[in-house]
């Protein structure tokens, strides 16, 4: 398996920060290999503050990913359609975001660490810590295998753990959020 370049729950990954600071409390991944798309939701997308200077890398951050001509990923580059949708969920007071990616070979999902095993399925490592979870997948430790033929999803919530002392620096992005129309 080849290393993870992009990772689903820290959103700048996908636009080419390499130290972001905007974390999804919970991804959902779902790709369709008949479709060739990968659509990725990040809920409640959350911080750590701890001074002032952080809250300014913070907005300056979402206000450039926010951007209509914000550039994606170069690691992203092959794909031919990518979309996102920046909204507030009602329910809980938080800001998520929806990414929505075609790709053209299963060679693209290489990007995200996702790759055929030697039974033709599609593979992924499991990262405990990021606590991944599946009813389409099979897990043998250390991959998560799924169906190659037929659409899969799998979740990652890695903030469950959070140790308290992190767990008091956590912010909800949603006020750094300004709606662009």
Same mark, same amino acid.
């Given at each position: 398996?080849?290393? $993870?370049? &992009? %990772?689903?729950?820290?959103?700048? +990954? /996908?636009?080419?920060?390499?130290?972001? #600071? @905007?974390?999804?409390?919970?991804?959902?991944?779902?790709?369709?290999?008949?479709?060739?798309? $990968?659509? &990725? %939701?990040?809920?409640?997308?959350? +911080? /750590?503050?701890?001074?002032?200077?952080? #809250? @300014?890398?913070?907005?300056?951050?979402?206000?450039?990913?926010?951007?209509?001509?914000?550039?994606?990923?170069?690691?992203?580059?092959?794909?031919?359609?990518?979309?996102?949708?920046?909204?507030? #969920?009602?329910?809980?007071?938080?800001?998520?975001?929806?990414?929505?990616?075609?790709?053209?070979?299963?060679?693209?999902?290489?990007?995200?660490?996702?790759?055929?095993?030697?039974?033709?399925?599609? #593979?992924?490592?499991?990262?405990?810590?990021?606590?991944?979870?599946?009813?389409?997948?099979?897990?043998?430790?250390?991959?998560?295998?799924?169906?190659?033929?037929?659409?899969?999803?799998?979740?990652?919530?890695?903030?469950?753990?959070?140790?308290?002392?992190?767990?008091?620096?956590?912010?909800?992005?949603?006020?750094?959020?300004?709606?662009?129309?």
């Amino acid at each position: 398996m080849e290393a $993870i370049n &992009i %990772l689903f729950f820290i959103v700048g +990954t /996908f636009f080419g920060f390499n130290q972001s #600071s @905007l974390i999804a409390e919970k991804t959902t991944v779902t790709i369709n290999p008949n479709e060739k798309t $990968i659509v &990725i %939701l990040q809920e409640n997308l959350v +911080t /750590f503050i701890q001074n002032e200077s952080d #809250s @300014l890398k913070v907005q300056n951050e979402l206000s450039k990913i926010t951007q209509s001509n914000c550039p994606w990923s170069s690691e992203l580059e092959n794909y031919p359609k990518k979309e996102k949708e920046f909204f507030k #969920s009602e329910d809980k007071n938080a800001l998520n975001l929806k990414l929505t990616l075609t790709y053209t070979s299963d060679k693209d999902l290489k990007v995200f660490g996702i790759d055929k095993n030697k039974d033709g399925q599609f #593979s992924m490592t499991n990262f405990p810590k990021s606590h991944i979870a599946s009813t389409d997948g099979i897990l043998k430790e250390p991959y998560w295998n799924f169906d190659a033929n037929k659409p899969f999803t799998f979740t990652e919530e890695p903030l469950t753990d959070l140790p308290e002392d992190y767990q008091k620096l956590q912010r909800s992005i949603l006020p750094f959020w300004k709606p662009t129309k």
